[in-house]
């Protein structure tokens, strides 16, 4: 299928991407902006001076550090096991045709599709309930890791998933033929096929479960992860350069990822024919240099 280009943008549409754009990044600016402001309390905009105090005394937050590590770890752990039930899944209902398989994918995406508290009420319920029988499950880390992965599992999978059904469905037969083994034919054409779909399937589900505060609040007993210990230092007014100073530490992990997964999932073939385009729409004689 040709790509059709249809020239510059026009001033409006200009216009209209300029107002998404400051419509989902100024709250984030003013956070920034803020994390040097020298008052104790408030938000301002702009702020009366600049100071970096701020950042050391947030460093010194033993709790602040003892929240982020609990969630690089819930994170890292969700991550892992949604990296192995998301692939193995999404192979088994890419390659193979069974009574239920289209019901068991809406099952699969359903978690992610629900409201974050609905699904936090029903982990809940259910860990209570099991804990009549074992006796020890108690609410904590790993029921944190238990809920975060319900969501992970889904990013993995939809990823995997998508990047399969790109593969050439001839490439897995053509590796059987030459007598290749179920090992190599996994190392040497699946798994180079779908490598950057589990790598950025994994930053996406890291990057999402450092972040998420929904169904951890549901989860977490006494446990306090990050964004938790955020939503709770936003009610005392003299954490609030504090509080900036974190948010920009959770905007600067959770771009970087990101922005990987951007870079990771492009199509290399739609961005050359992009360059190509570029090129042939500039005027006779631009390549040769301006005059």
Avoid at 24 to 42: E, H, K, R
Avoid at 76 to 97: D, K, N, Q
Avoid at 227 to 242: E, G, M, S, T
Wanted: some cysteine; hydrophobic content about 55%; proline content about 5%.
């Amino acid at each position: 299928m040709a790509l059709v280009r249809t020239g510059r943008a026009g001033l409006g549409l200009r216009i209209a991407a300029s107002a998404v754009v400051a419509f989902l990044y100024l709250p984030l600016v003013i956070i920034v902006v803020n994390t040097f402001n020298p008052q104790s309390a408030g938000l301002s905009f702009p702020p009366p001076g600049f100071t970096t105090k701020w950042f050391a005394i947030a460093f010194a937050r033993s709790d602040m550090w003892s929240a982020m590590r609990l969630s690089a770890v819930v994170a890292l752990v969700a991550t892992v096991i949604a990296l192995l039930l998301g692939s193995l899944l999404a192979s088994a209902v890419y390659r193979t045709r069974f009574f239920g398989r289209e019901a068991i994918s809406v099952l699969v995406v359903l978690p992610i599709a629900l409201p974050g508290i609905v699904t936090g009420m029903a982990l809940r319920s259910s860990i209570s309930l099991a804990q009549d029988s074992v006796s020890w499950l108690t609410f904590g880390t790993f029921t944190i890791i238990v809920g975060h992965a319900t969501f992970c599992v889904v990013i993995v999978y939809n990823n995997v998933l998508a990047r399969f059904r790109r593969m050439s469905p001839f490439l897995v037969e053509a590796s059987q033929d030459l007598g290749a083994s179920g090992w190599q034919t996994f190392r040497l054409v699946i798994l180079p096929n779908v490598r950057t779909a589990l790598l950025a399937g994994g930053i996406l589900a890291f990057a999402l479960s450092f972040d998420e505060i929904i169904v951890t609040n549901f989860t977490a007993g006494q446990q306090q992860t990050l964004p938790i210990w955020i939503f709770q230092a936003l009610f005392r007014p003299r954490n609030q350069p504090v509080v900036n100073v974190v948010a920009l530490i959770v905007i600067a992990l959770t771009f970087v990822p990101i922005l990987l997964v951007q870079v990771l999932t492009r199509d290399p073939a739609i961005a050359r024919t992009s360059l190509v385009g570029d090129r042939r729409s500039r005027p006779a004689g631009a390549e040769r240099g301006r005059t």
